[in-house]
T-cell receptor
Framework: ETGVTQSPTHLIKTRGQQVTLRCSSQ?????VSWYQQALGQGPQFIFQ???????GRGNFPPRFSGLQFPNYSSELNVNALELDDSALYLC?????????????FGPGTRLTVL | KQEVTQIPAALSVPEGENLVLNCSFT??????LQWFRQDPGKGLTSLLL?????REQTSGRLNASLDKSSGRSTLYIAASQPGDSATYLC?????????????FGSGTQLTVLP
C-alpha cells in the first residue's frame, strides 16, 4: 500500500507568479483535501475534491483552485502569488463515506514566495 | 465556528517523565478527534483517532482521552524519550458538512531532554 505523495518538495517563486502543486492519494482512497500551514500555526483547510469535483472550501480566495483526476490524484493551483502564500502545503487523502473517515497526510510542499 | 486551542504552546521535559498535552474545542458537535505528530518541516503522522462515542484510545505509550461535553481532549505520553520531541497537533472533524474538514489547533511543541 503506497502512502500519500506530494511534489515538488520545495518551491521558490516570486510575487505575482503562478504555481502548481501535486498530490497522489493513498491507494484505495477517493478523496483529497488540501491544507495550508503557515509557520507556527496549525493547518488551515483550503478545499476538498471528491469524484473530480470540489466538495467543500475553506476561507481562501478564488485564486486558489484545484483539480482531481480520474486516478484520484490532485493538483492545487495558486495564481497571482502573494508573500503571505509562503507556507507548507499539505494534502490528505481519505475514503469518502467510510465511517471512520481518517485522513492520511503527505509530506507537504514548502512554498516560498519572494 | 469551531475553534481549537492547545495549551501549552511549548513544553520541555527531562527524559523519562510522564506528560499531558491539552486540547480544547468550542463546538461539541464533533464526529471524531485526531492527534497528530509533526516533525520540523515535515507532514503529519496520525497518532490516535477517537470517535465521538469513545472516551479514550491507546497506542503503546500514548493514551488519548475525549470529553465531548466539556470540549476537551488530552494526550498522555508515558516515559517520554528524546525521540518524542516534535509538535503535537489535535484536530476535530465536525458531525455535519459535506467536506467535514479537520479544524486544527496550533500545536504543542514538545522537547524531551536527554
Amino acid at each position: 500500500e503506497t502512502g500519500v505523495t506530494q511534489s515538488p518538495t520545495h518551491l521558490i517563486k516570486t510575487r505575482g507568479q503562478q504555481v502548481t502543486l501535486r498530490c497522489s492519494s493513498q491507494s484505495g482512497h477517493n478523496t483529497v483535501s488540501w491544507y495550508q500551514q503557515a509557520l507556527g500555526q496549525g493547518p488551515q483547510f483550503i478545499f476538498q475534491y471528491y469524484r473530480e469535483e470540489e466538495n467543500g472550501r475553506g476561507n481562501f480566495p478564488p485564486r486558489f483552485s484545484g483539480l482531481q483526476f480520474p486516478n484520484y490524484s490532485s493538483e492545487l493551483n495558486v495564481n497571482a502569488l502573494e508573500l503571505d502564500d509562503s507556507a507548507l502545503y499539505l494534502c490528505a487523502s481519505s475514503l469518502y463515506g467510510r465511517q471512520v473517515n481518517e485522513q492520511f497526510f503527505g509530506p507537504g510542499t514548502r512554498l516560498t514566495v519572494l | 465556528k469551531q475553534e481549537v486551542t492547545q495549551i501549552p504552546a511549548a513544553l520541555s521535559v527531562p527524559e523519562g517523565e510522564n506528560l499531558v498535552l491539552n486540547c480544547s474545542f468550542t463546538d461539541s458537535a464533533i464526529y471524531n478527534l485526531q492527534w497528530f505528530r509533526q516533525d520540523p518541516g515535515k507532514g503529519l503522522t496520525s497518532l490516535l483517532l477517537i470517535q465521538s462515542s469513545q472516551r479514550e484510545q491507546t497506542s503503546g505509550r500514548l493514551n488519548a482521552s475525549l470529553d465531548k461535553s466539556s470540549g476537551r481532549s488530552t494526550l498522555y505520553i508515558a516515559a517520554s524519550q528524546p525521540g518524542d520531541s516534535a509538535t503535537y497537533l489535535c484536530a476535530v472533524r465536525p458531525r455535519i458538512g459535506s467536506a467535514r474538514q479537520l479544524t486544527f489547533g496550533s500545536g504543542t511543541q514538545l522537547t524531551v531532554l536527554p
